[in-house]
């Protein structure tokens, strides 16, 4: 959900998203209530580092973008706040597969992503992007040994002919 009007300047747009993928509630029945994407792309939805998948997760993101030079420079600014949906379940990675089995001690926050994104337009063929993200861990990826911060940074030259 988002927000955007004429009277703001250069464009602002502020925004809210949730997205809910379930996980499953009971490990030993037969019934597997963890939701299976057909094609992951946690890359479009749960910011640039990819640390976690569609499966089993609760994301609350907010941001903001804004032409502060218009139709030359592009601004986007993301906050993703990440927990698991079921804490007997495991955590995923982008690609589905497990990273931390689930167990019942209760510890749900992944942790937290704030994603800065830069796009400059030359002209009509040349634009440079530019993005850095960084991820710092809760308590359950804590509780894992997993308590390193992750920055990530880059840039790409996009040439059209």
Known sequence: MGYRHNVFPANLRIY??????????????????TFNPLFPLAHAYFGYIDI????NVV??????????????????IDYHMFERAQNTDAFYNAGGGMVRAGDSDGRRNIGSEIDLTLKYIFDAQTTLWFGYSHFSPDDFIEGFGLD??????YSTLHYTF
């Open 52 to 55: 976690g998948g569609r499966q």
């Open 59 to 76: 994301d609350l993101s907010q941001g903001f973008s804004l032409w502060p030079i218009e139709k030359k420079l592009f601004v986007k």
């Open 16 to 33: 809210l998203g949730y997205d809910y993928s379930s996980g499953d509630k009971n490990l030993s029945d037969n019934n597997l209530e």
């Open 148 to 153: 390193e911060e992750i920055n990530f940074a």
